[in-house]
């Protein structure tokens, strides 16, 4: 395991990674780094508001890409979930509403077997 040294807001920190990726950590950092100074030239101060904020920046950019990147087959999908939910929505109230006719038809034939045995009512 490789250790590197970053510095991000004005703090060097060392961080551990896997052997070769000693360059892409380094670029990452400096990437965090660009945001925190973007941060501070609109006047932002104090070490935790700025890393919250360049954390919030970078969160909305990967949003942004994400949504950008995403195939339309995903959008397909999310649709087909939609017409699913709807469908088993629907399979739901006839299963209620079938059940509830049984209920009746089983409530009547037990009236009638009552009063066809002669038997007094419950």
């Known amino acids: 395991m490789a250790t590197v040294s970053i510095r ?6 060392s961080v551990g990674c896997e052997n070769g990726q ?8 400096m990437q965090v780094e660009r945001r925190v100074q973007h941060i ?5 101060t104090g070490e935790s508001h700025v890393l919250v904020l360049a954390s919030l920046l970078m ?13 339309a087959s995903t959008n397909q999908a999310v649709q087909d979930v939609d017409r699913m939910r709807a469908e088993q929505a629907l399979a ?6 079938l059940a509830e ?3 009746t038809i089983a409530a009547t034939l ?4 009552i009063e066809g045995a002669g038997l007094p009512d419950a």
């Open 92 to 97: 739901a109230t006839r299963l209620t509403d």
């Open 8 to 13: 991000i807001n004005g703090h060097s920190y």
């Open 101 to 103: 006719r049984a209920e």
């Open 22 to 29: 000693e360059r892409h950590l380094q670029a990452m950092a």
């Open 59 to 71: 969160a909305d950019e990967i949003q942004d890409l994400a949504s950008q990147l995403l195939p």
């Open 40 to 44: 501070r030239a609109l006047g932002f």
């Open 110 to 113: 037990e009236r009638a077997y």
